[in-house]
């Protein structure tokens, strides 16, 4: 079984930065795609960045382009969220998710939550005003 660790989120004045991180636990899981979500209280999780293994295209959300930064470490199976000029509208519990890549190649999905196989618990990122 596959488990994702997360870095700890924390709490940042508006305007400031934070870094998230996950790994992928298993040596052998080979993955497709590892992303970023966010659920605010009362809203729907969305999808705030991802990137496809195969080719390293990469997706963000209309509201972080230009904020937030996603990169990877292939030997690692580890993602980064690097998030800057925080704004209190980015308050969430964040979600790293990963897709399990054994089955697929060249131009597969991997921005709707249902291309993810495996959840993080999710960190708390709190930005204020």
């Known amino acids: 079984q596959v488990q994702l660790v997360e870095s700890e989120g924390g709490l940042v004045q508006a305007g400031g930065s934070l870094r998230l991180s996950c790994g992928a636990s298993?040596?052998?899981?080979?993955?497709?795609?590892m992303g970023w979500f966010r659920q605010a209280p009362g809203k729907e999780r969305e999808l705030v960045a991802a990137?496809?293994?195969?080719?390293?295209?990469?997706y963000y959300t209309d509201s972080v382009k230009g904020r937030f930064t996603i990169s990877r470490d292939n030997a690692k199976n580890t993602v980064y969220l690097q998030m800057n000029t925080l704004k209190p509208e980015d308050t969430a519990v964040y979600y790293c998710?990963?897709?399990?890549?054994?089955?697929?190649?060249?131009?597969?999905?991997?921005?709707?939550?249902?291309?993810?196989?495996?959840w993080g618990q999710g960190t708390q990122v709190t930005v204020s005003s």
């Open positions: 990137i496809r293994w195969s080719d390293s295209s990469t």
């Open positions: 298993a040596r052998t899981f080979r993955s497709g795609a």
């Open positions: 998710a990963a897709k399990n890549g054994a089955y697929y190649s060249g131009s597969y999905s991997y921005t709707r939550t249902r291309d993810y196989d495996y």
